[in-house]
C-alpha cells in the first residue's frame, strides 16, 4: 500500500482515484459498513431510492466539478424545490412573491410588493436580516413575520438554542427572492444521478489500485505521539489522506468539537402523496424541522410514499449518532485551528472533507477541496 486513505465519502474517494491513477497502490479505510459517506443512497423495501442521511442534490456553478461528476455517472437536470408550512399554508422557500400572495389579502400583497420593488429596485434578492432591518415599516413588518413563523423557530431548532439567542448572521443563509421564481438554488447545474450516488461511488472507487476495507475505525489503529503517526503502534509506512473527524485522531486532547446531529424517522404510507414538495420544512412542528419525501426526489413512479422526517440532535462522540453540522463558534473555531496546529505538524497526514476540515461543504466543495489536495500529494 502507497497511501492510506481514511473515509470512504465523496473527499476520500476523489483523492482515492486521483492517486490510484497515477499508479499508487490506496486502501480506503471506512468505519461504516458502506461506500459514499453521507451521500449513500438505497432502495428501501417498497421499491423506493432513498438517501439515508438526508436529501441531496448536486449543485454547482462550476463546470469543472460538473464536468468531473460526469466521469462517473450520468446525470438529469433537477432543481429542487422545497416549501415550508407555515399556521396551515404550505409557502414556497426561498420565499417569494407567492409567500405575500399567500399571507396578505389581494390588495396589501400588491402595496407591499411595490413598496419592496421600490425599495430593492432590480435586486431579485436580499437576506431576512436586510428586510427586518429595512427603514420602510411594511418591508419591515413582512421581515418579522417570517423571522417569528419561521426562521426563528427553524434555526432553534436546528442549532438547539432558544430563539431569542440566535446569531442573526446564521439567518442569513437562506435569502427572500423578490419574484415568482422557485427552485432552492441558483446554480447554473443542479443534477442528480440517473442511477444512484451508491452507483457514483461504486464506479468512482473501481480501480485495480483501490481496496476498500470496511468497519475499520481509523481511531482504533492511528496514533499520533510526539508529532509522529502510528498504525497498529508501529511507525506508519505510508502517508495517511483523513477524511475523519480531527478531534478524534487526536484524542480529543483539545476537547471535542461540537457538531449537531439529526435523528431520522422513516415512515411509509400506502397513499400517493404526502406534502406539495419533495422537502417541507415545519418550522412550527414540535421537534421535528422537515420532511423529505423520496418519490419525489426526482420523481419515482411506485405506489405508497416513503418519508423521512427530521429530528435535529446535539452530537456526542463515540455515540450512536453522526457529526453532520459542525458548530461555528469563536470558541470551537479557537478549538479548530488548534487541532488544525497539531495535524499539520505530523509528517505524512494529510486531512482534507468536511469533518477533517470543520466546515459545512456542499459536494463541490467537498470535492474541489480534495482535488486542490491531489495537487500536493
Ligand atoms: C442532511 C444533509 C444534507 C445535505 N445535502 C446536500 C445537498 O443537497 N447538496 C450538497 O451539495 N451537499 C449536501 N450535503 C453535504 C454533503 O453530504 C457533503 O458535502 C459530502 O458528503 C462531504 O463528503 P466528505 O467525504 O467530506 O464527508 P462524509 O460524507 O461525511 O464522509 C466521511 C466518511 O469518513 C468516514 N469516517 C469518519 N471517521 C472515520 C474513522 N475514524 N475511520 C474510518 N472512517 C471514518 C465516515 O463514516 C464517512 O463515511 C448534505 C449534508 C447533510 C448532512
Keep these: ?15 482515492a482515484r486521483n492517486l490510484a491513477e497515477r499508479g499508487h497502490k490506496v486502501t480506503i479505510w471506512e468505519r461504516r459498513d458502506h461506500v459514499a459517506g ?45 416549501m415550508a408550512e407555515i399556521d396551515g399554508i404550505v409557502t414556497p422557500t426561498p420565499f417569494n412573491f407567492q409567500t405575500i400572495d399567500d ?9 407591499l410588493k411595490a413598496h419592496i420593488k421600490a425599495a430593492f429596485g432590480d435586486r431579485q434578492t436580499a437576506t431576512v436580516v436586510e428586510v427586518i432591518q429595512h427603514e420602510d415599516p411594511l418591508i419591515r413588518a413582512y421581515g418579522q413575520f417570517l423571522f417569528n413563523k419561521d426562521y426563528s423557530l427553524y434555526t432553534a431548532k436546528q442549532w438547539g438554542v432558544s430563539p431569542d439567542k440566535i446569531d442573526v448572521s446564521i439567518l442569513q443563509r437562506v435569502p427572500l427572492r423578490f419574484s415568482y421564481d422557485v427552485g432552492y438554488f441558483d446554480d447554473e447545474y443542479q443534477v442528480m ?15 485495480p489500485n483501490i481496496t476498500v476495507e470496511f468497519n475499520i475505525d481509523a481511531a482504533t489503529r492511528l496514533s499520533i505521539k510526539d508529532s509522529q503517526l502510528f498504525l497498529d ?47 417541507v420544512a415545519y418550522p412550527q412542528a414540535e421537534g421535528y424541522t422537515r420532511i423529505t419525501e423520496y418519490k419525489k426526489l426526482p420523481v419515482q413512479k411506485v405506489r405508497g410514499t416513503t418519508y423521512a422526517v427530521e429530528y435535529p440532535l446535539p452530537y456526542h462522540s463515540g455515540s450512536q449518532s453522526e457529526p453532520y453540522y459542525p458548530v461555528l463558534t469563536e470558541e470551537s473555531k479557537r478549538q479548530y485551528a488548534s487541532y488544525k496546529k497539531l495535524a499539520n ?33
Design 1 to 15: 500500500m502507497d497511501y492510506l486513505v481514511v473515509g470512504c465519502g465523496l473527499s476520500g474517494c476523489v483523492v
Design 38 to 82: 453521507n451521500m449513500y443512497d438505497y432502495v428501501d423495501s417498497y421499491g423506493i431510492l432513498v438517501h439515508k442521511y438526508g436529501p441531496h442534490t448536486f449543485h454547482t456553478k462550476k463546470k469543472d466539478l460538473y464536468d468531473y461528476m460526469c466521469r462517473f455517472a450520468s446525470w438529469e437536470d433537477y432543481k429542487l424545490t422545497c
Design 103 to 111: 399571507f396578505y389579502d389581494p390588495e396589501q400583497a400588491m402595496t
Design 193 to 207: 444521478p440517473r442511477s444512484s450516488y451508491t452507483d457514483f461511488f461504486k464506479s468512482l472507487i473501481d480501480h
Design 233 to 279: 503502534d508501529q511507525a506508519c509506512p505510508c502517508p495517511v489522506v483523513y477524511t475523519g473527524a480531527l478531534d478524534e485522531l487526536f484524542d480529543c486532547v483539545v476537547g471535542p468539537l461540537p457538531y449537531r446531529s439529526l435523528h431520522f424517522e422513516w415512515m411509509h404510507e400506502d397513499i400517493e402523496s404526502k406534502q406539495k414538495a419533495p422537502v
Design 345 to 377: 505538524k505530523v509528517d505524512n497526514l494529510y486531512y482534507c472533507g468536511r469533518l477533517a476540515d470543520f466546515k459545512y461543504y456542499n459536494m463541490d466543495q467537498a470535492l474541489e477541496r480534495a482535488l486542490e489536495l491531489c495537487n500536493i500529494l
